[in-house]
């Protein structure tokens, strides 16, 4: 998985952000899959969970983000195996790192993160940076939830 820095955020403002550093797979290609699956499947599509879990609960960022928050979130010491997919947070298991929230007008954050994920109700807003700015690629909507089908005997 590339190293692409990047934050995950919550809306700040009318125009703004405000969220956690993480460390490893910022790019798109690999975010936005696991935000969309993170929402459909283990936070049945409640943002304010998700955003509780991934911003205001690991205070001091992440090392990377995996599949399953029910699983063993804090750093280890010495660092898992490649391939290891778990959540990795600078701020619990043998890590203890300073608390920082990162935003839209934070010193140099512009320069030292290729990518922004802006939690919204409508989905995940995408933020690139280029040359100093913020470049906006717009809202990746969140995917609806399968229907169940109906039962034999049921219209649907």
């Known amino acids: ?3 692409h820095p990047s934050i ?3 809306p700040r403002g009318a125009s703004g952000f405000e969220g956690r550093y993480v460390h490893n797979g910022g790019h798109p290609a690999f975010r936005v899959p696991l935000l969309h699956a993170l929402y459909a499947g283990p936070f049945a599509g409640d943002l304010d969970a998700m955003g509780r879990f991934l911003i205001d609960e690991h205070p001091a960022g992440w090392s990377q983000l995996g599949p399953d928050p029910a ?3 804090g750093w280890i010491n010495p660092m898992p195996p490649v391939g290891d997919r778990n959540f990795r947070c600078y701020c619990h ?3 203890a790192e300073t608390p920082l929230t990162l935003t839209d007008e934070t010193e140099d954050v512009v320069w030292l993160h290729d990518w922004v994920f802006v ?3 409508a989905g995940v807003d995408i933020w690139q940076s280029f040359d100093g700015v913020w470049l906006r690629h717009g809202v990746r909507g969140w995917k609806p939830k399968a ?3 109906a039962d034999q005997g049921e219209t649907a």
Do not use: S
Request: hydrophobic content about 35%; cysteine-free; aromatic content about 0%.
């Open 71 to 73: 699983v063993d979130t």
């Open 8 to 10: 995950i955020a919550r």
């Open 147 to 149: 229907r169940p089908a």
């Open 93 to 95: 298991g043998d890590r």
């Open 119 to 121: 939690l919204r109700p």
């Open 1 to 3: 998985m590339p190293n």
